[in-house]
């Protein structure tokens, strides 16, 4: 591994080929089962890059399965994830061969980080799997390479001669593989068993890839499990890993990980409580509720609820004005000595005066557990059942949400998809403005951070103002 902060790699080194054909490009298909290892020099920073980009395209891969999305509706919402995240092009125009291999290099590199940080317990190997395997259907059923790429690796399957599937129905070209290879196909009678053999129809072909690319992951995922204890002595890389493994149960925060409230709408303190009402996420909704009635927060709780209004627009100005406020039963030198300089601090005014991030739903689910008399955490984790439905009609009863919705939230939280509650969650109060089920909180992207979701929803607050604005032009002389 290299430390360099950047690694430049000459242009010529595209020569060299991992599958032998004779394209120029080092990675000449799309499509790729991961055979080899990449062998480059790797820096750290692009280490994790690679690694973070196609975590967030696999964790909403896992959000999908959560939301019963159909696999066209998946593909669609997956196409705008990957634009942003995993470019990943079929075949670019003339002289975009380096464009190609830089795309798929990364791809290559962030599948073995993953496979690193996801090799450690069945459980985790399954769901990487899973979406691993979803991710290649999705390009192979795009993929217009795909022959040459098939082509290019033996799947052991031999085409049925005529006399063989002389009788067959429906008609056509069939591959002879042996049953155990496709039991997906076998159990939903969609093959032809013969003395031992299935015969598989030429429609059904990408069943015989997806099981192979699975069972070859497998496989591979089991070696790397074995030969991980060699990576321990490594400090820069075992807690990235271990950040990284835990990516599926909050999916993974992208701009607002490094959002600064520069980038946000000015807040004011007396805005606050209009704003916790419309457009606060459970989790810091609760800890409004919970500062107005104690009139104090405990320590947590107040880091939490503060870099989440510093990332909002609340300035340091009018944040010391809030706190004040809310921490009423307080005199002023008690205020002033014992939370003031925790104020300035979490805006980077103080001590080593660093610029704090607003915590991600995957922090906030992992770190600094709430014990009895916190606030602080995530209310579809750390409530109990009956506490969190009755908190979020409560919450969010005048925004559409009613006791009919409860069964499919509880059941997204029981199976311990709560980022993909809080997305539900979000559709059903933001129905008014237009958003349906399936939309999350745009391009079908589910709830990752808290200040996204408020983001979203004084946006669209903004989109429905204008509209019944506009609506309201008078034309006079007429």
Not at 337 to 363: D, V
Not at 424 to 438: D, Y
Request: aromatic share 10%.
């Amino acid at each position: 591994m290299q430390s360099k902060t950047e690694l430049r790699r000459p242009r010529q080194d595209v020569k060299v080929g991992i599958v032998q054909t004779h394209s120029n490009l080092k990675y000449p298909f799309r499509l790729n089962f991961y055979d080899k290892p990449p062998i480059d020099d790797i820096t750290i920073e692009e280490f994790e890059t690679c690694a973070l980009n196609r975590l967030r395209v696999l964790a909403e891969i896992e959000a999908s399965y959560a939301r019963n999305r159909t696999f066209e509706e998946l593909k669609t919402v997956m196409k705008v994830i990957c634009d942003k995240y995993l470019q990943l092009h079929v075949s670019g125009r003339d002289g975009d061969d380096y464009v190609l291999d830089e795309q798929r290099r990364k791809d290559h590199i962030g599948h073995f980080v993953l496979r690193l940080a996801f090799c450690r317990s069945e459980e985790l190997r399954r769901r990487f799997i899973k979406a691993e395997t979803t991710l290649f259907k999705i390009r192979f059923d795009e993929d217009t390479t795909k022959e040459a790429f098939l082509g290019s690796r033996n799947f052991d399957w031999t085409l049925a001669t005529a006399e063989e599937v002389q009788g067959f129905d429906p008609p056509g070209k069939y591959y002879k593989v042996k049953w155990t290879r496709v039991p997906d196909l076998v159990e939903k009678r969609r093959v032809v068993l013969k003395g031992g053999m299935a015969y598989v129809p030429s429609t059904e072909q990408m069943s015989i890839v997806l099981q192979e690319f699975q069972s070859h992951l497998e496989r591979d995922l089991e070696m790397t499990a074995k030969a991980l204890p060699r990576l321990d002595e490594d400090t820069r890389i075992v807690p990235l890993l271990d950040n990284l493994s835990k990516g599926f149960l909050a999916g993974v925060s992208s701009e607002w990980s490094n959002a600064s409230a520069a980038s946000a709408d000015a807040l004011t303190a007396d805005m606050v409580d209009e704003m916790a009402y419309k457009h606060f996420p459970a989790c810091m909704r609760n800890l409004h509720t919970c500062l107005r009635r104690d009139k104090h927060l405990k320590h947590f709780g107040r880091l939490q609820y503060g870099l989440f209004l510093k990332i909002l627009g609340l300035s340091i100005e009018e944040a010391l004005v809030f706190w004040r406020k809310s921490f009423s039963k307080l005199q002023d030198d008690k205020f002033n000595k014992e939370y003031r300089y925790n104020i300035r601090h979490s805006y980077g005014l103080e001590g080593k005066r660093a610029n704090y991030a607003a915590k991600s739903c995957q922090q906030i689910l992992m770190s600094d557990q709430p014990g009895p008399g916190d606030s602080h955490g995530c209310p579809y984790r750390h409530f109990s059942p009956d506490n969190l439905q009755s908190a979020l009609l409560t919450m969010y009863g005048e925004h559409g949400l009613t006791s009919t919705d409860m069964p499919e939230i509880m059941s997204t939280v029981k199976a311990g998809h709560y980022h993909v509650a809080c997305t539900r969650v979000f559709e059903l109060t933001h129905a008014r403005q237009g958003v349906k089920k399936g939309d999350g909180v745009g391009d079908g992207e589910s709830v990752t951070h808290p200040n996204q979701y408020a983001a979203r929803s004084r946006e669209l607050e903004k989109k429905a103002e204008s509209k019944d604005g506009d609506g309201d032009v008078v034309m006079q002389g007429a």
